[in-house]
């Protein structure tokens, strides 16, 4: 806590807006969110160790709106961490930092989580429907 | 600096070195570079399993390669996790008990969650029946 009111940055008030905030900020909470989706994978691992009931209880969750709309969320979440982390383990070697360039992948990777997200539900929906 | 008497060699010792200041930096690349791949294949499994029974879900599990490849998931996942979140809390918890006390929390829950996994994968791997009814 500062002891005088002196201005910080960054100063976000002043910002124009940039598509590099927005990634930035976005990896962190989606990050925060698939922390809580390794919990739901124990918990998944634990039910099948535990019990056929266990399992079906689970399923049954992951079937309700509520359970669909969490996996949607981890869907996309795990979606864009992913391609923003490839894109953050290129920048670590010194890769893509022309302005013209940051700001292009930036934008490959905000429409590509939601390309891959539609993939991966695709599959799920073509699977539900083949059986 | 000016007023103490301190050379500025005692000030900065103990407070990381560049012999294992990065570390937490690298090891959160080695994880982020093995669940590129772990993360794509869990993705397969998951909706492997969506026309699965129980057994064929087990049984999925069971196969040594997925069992050794979930766990390798579930931990890189779980250490991956908790070094985002270590790093979140150090930016934004000020507050030193509660930076301390949170801290602790997520690295327990976090090898918990670990541990806990692999036991689950082990006993679904070895074929053990269910724990419960």
């Known amino acids: 806590m500062p002891a005088t009111a002196r201005p910080l940055s960054p100063h976000l008030s002043v910002y124009r807006w940039q598509i590099q905030m927005m990634t930035s900020i976005v990896h962190r909470g989606t990050g925060i969110f698939l922390a809580f989706g390794t919990i739901l994978v124990c918990v998944g691992l634990l039910a099948l160790a535990w019990s056929e009931n266990a399992f079906a209880a689970l399923r049954a969750f992951c079937a309700s709106w509520i359970g669909m709309l969490l996996l949607l969320g981890w869907t996309w979440s795990l979606a864009f961490h992913l391609l923003n982390g490839i894109r953050h383990l290129l920048q670590d070697v010194g890769l893509g930092y022309a302005p013209a360039t940051f700001v292009r992948n930036g934008w490959i990777v905000t429409i590509g989580s939601f390309v891959l997200t539609a993939l991966v539900w695709a599959c799920v929906f073509a699977q539900r429907g083949g059986t | ?133």
């Open chain 2, 1 to 133: 600096m000016s007023d103490s008497l301190r050379t500025p060699m005692k000030v900065a010792q103990g407070l990381g070195s560049a012999r294992s200041g990065a570390h937490h930096f690298m090891v959160q690349r080695i994880t982020a570079v093995a669940l590129i791949g772990l993360g794509l294949w869990f993705v397969w499994i998951a909706l492997e399993m969506l026309h699965l029974d129980y057994a064929g879900a087990r049984a999925l599990i069971a196969r040594p390669l997925n069992a050794v490849l979930m766990i390798s998931f579930v931990i890189a996942s779980f250490w991956h996790a908790q070094l985002g979140l270590q790093v979140v809390i150090e930016d934004y918890v000020h507050t030193r008990w509660l930076e301390l006390a949170s801290q602790i929390a997520i690295k327990f829950i976090c090898f918990l969650g670990a541990a806990a996994s692999v036991l689950a994968i082990i006993r679904i791997a070895l074929a053990s029946g269910p724990l419960g009814s």
